[in-house]
């Protein structure tokens, strides 16, 4: 999401949506590279609070770091 500047709270719905349809899967969501003012709001999101199948890490490195490391659970 680093090329993304701003969100608003429609882009947070949808945004929202699509990570609700991966968990129901179980499928785990590593979001890196986030925009200051994206991650203030994804932050604040009640769907990203509190909810193990869903990182957000601050690059790309870290973000495949964690994800190979939910793989190795599986």
């Given at each position: ?43 604040r999101s ?21 994800a190979k ?5 599986v």
């Amino acid at each position: 999401l680093e090329n993304v500047p701003t969100m608003d709270l429609s882009g947070l719905v949808a945004f929202e949506s699509a990570i609700l349809d991966l968990v129901s899967r179980s499928v785990s969501v590593h979001i890196a590279g986030v925009s200051k003012q994206p991650l203030q709001l994804l932050k604040r999101s009640k769907v990203l609070q509190d909810n193990p199948q869903i990182q957000i890490e601050q690059t790309l490195h870290e973000a495949l770091i964690f994800a190979k490391k939910d793989l190795v659970k599986v």
